[in-house]
């Protein structure tokens, strides 16, 4: 069933974004009487379209829905040529993260002005909240913004916080060190060319645990997957304290 994120009235009346009720309307072709599934602050709803000229959708009733991980997940990840970022934003959504923030780093390639720092910053909006409502999330993202890795500020950080490193030599069982259920977590990966020694150093006096993401050198986007993965793992896995 498809679903949106929107805004329920007192009256039990759906209210939903112009781009919304275009995709309803002319994409999906709904018609009176088909149901959505709409998102209200974190809680599921099953609607109804009562009307398409106007469009007007109520709400049925309250389903019970949890599929988001407990804990805050956080990703940093540097920024990246080409489409490679939409990818990293929409399975980033996909598998669970809460936040997201982009950094520029001494090897980063790609540069955004004022004005390319905004658009983009609504599309990568609107990846995440379709790659929600696609993966049936009851949250979208919070997109932090873009920053410098010399000047991280506070909002980027979390209870933990690792940076994979391909030089760290600690075993693929040694990863993720320290996560523990009801601390939040943040993961941040970097640019082609990875991190420079002396930007690692200094991630570390921060704070930061180094961590391998095993013997292969892997693309940054797939690096941003893999850690997602596995730290979606653990924390959904009953047996980690």
């Known amino acids: 069933m498809q679903r949106y994120f929107a805004n329920i009235d007192q009256d039990y009346f759906v209210h939903v974004s112009k781009e919304d009720e275009h995709h309803i309307l002319h994409v999906m ?100 909240k379709e790659a929600s409502e696609q993966s049936h999330r009851l949250v979208v993202p919070e997109f932090l913004g873009i920053f410098n890795l010399k000047a991280l500020p506070p909002q980027v950080f979390s209870d933990v916080n690792f940076v994979a490193y391909e030089k760290d030599a600690s075993k693929v069982s040694e990863q993720f060190q320290g996560l523990e259920k009801g601390k939040s977590v943040s993961i941040l990966i970097g640019p082609e060319g990875g991190f420079s020694k002396q930007e690692i150093d200094n991630l570390v006096s921060l704070g930061f645990i180094r961590t391998s993401l095993g013997k292969r050198i892997l693309r940054a986007e797939t690096a941003a997957i893999y850690a997602l993965s596995v730290i979606g793992y653990l924390l959904d896995d009953e047996k980690l304290i």
Do not use: W
Not at 80 to 90: E, H, M, R, S, Y
């Open 29 to 128: 072709r709904m018609k009176k009487g088909d149901e959505i599934e709409v998102v209200d602050n974190k809680q599921l709803y099953l609607c109804r379209l009562d009307d398409t000229n106007p469009l007007t959708i109520s709400m049925v009733h309250e389903i019970a829905s949890d599929v988001e991980i407990k804990e805050d997940v956080t990703l940093l990840y540097a920024l990246t040529k080409g489409d490679k970022i939409d990818l990293v934003l929409q399975k980033a959504t996909e598998l669970g993260v809460k936040k997201v923030a982009l950094i520029q780093s001494e090897r980063t390639v790609v540069k955004y002005d004022s004005k390319d720092l905004e658009k983009k910053s609504q599309r990568f909006v609107k990846i995440m």
